[in-house]
């Protein structure tokens, strides 16, 4: 699949990117509460959220586009006419953070890498499969032991019972129940393959 292919309204996506030279995304915890308040504004009208998680030099999401149908319900009638396509939607989350991290660290250009990475999930053992590869990446990289110990990951919501976004109750139904999701998540995998297919 080309990278630059737009993203299809009612299909899941695996998009993930890395800063620009292997440069820092996220140098300190603000940058990681900020990304996800510009995330907020700027995916959850377009986008469900099934997986996420933020590294200092990359940063991993699992999420299903919105059909049209779905985006227009998030709208008032006065608002049609502005509504975008999904990839304009990830280009300005992340053009608004790189005008951030410029600006309060008086840096200039360009951020990440261009164009950003989009991966087609198909599969529910595809979707299931990069859950929880994007949860074990803090651990891959040296981060933690256990996706339980990292704070910049969707893995903490999914065990949580506080209100979120994220599509919790979907998530666990990927495993079968709460306790599937535990255990899938208490042994590390081997992600080589995965990786290779991702061009990681």
């Not at 951020?111 to 595809?126: A, C």
Request: charged share 25%; with cysteine.
């Amino acid at each position: 699949m080309q990278a630059t292919e737009r993203l299809e309204f009612g299909k899941y996506y695996h998009i993930y990117n890395r800063g620009i030279n292997s440069e820092n995304l996220f140098k300190e915890n603000r940058n990681h509460l900020y990304f996800l308040t510009l995330y907020n504004k700027h995916i959850n009208p377009i986008a469900e959220t099934f997986a996420w998680c933020l590294l200092k030099n990359h940063f991993h999401l699992l999420v299903r586009i919105k059909t049209f149908e779905e985006i227009l319900q998030n709208h008032h009638e006065h608002e049609i006419k502005r509504i975008i396509a999904p990839h304009q939607s990830f280009g300005n989350l992340f053009n608004a953070y790189t005008k951030a991290i410029n600006k309060g660290y008086n840096r200039h250009g360009a951020l990440f890498e261009r164009p950003f990475k989009r991966k087609l999930i198909d599969s529910k053992t595809y979707l299931q499969s990069v859950i929880k590869y994007i949860h074990y990446n803090p651990v891959n990289h040296g981060f933690c032991q256990h996706p339980i110990e990292y704070p910049w990951s969707s893995y903490l919501t999914c065990l949580s019972e506080k209100p979120t976004k994220l599509k919790r109750e979907k998530v666990i139904s990927i495993f079968e129940n709460i306790e599937g999701l535990k255990i899938s998540h208490t042994k590390n995998e081997n992600f080589d393959s995965l990786e290779e297919f991702l061009n990681l």
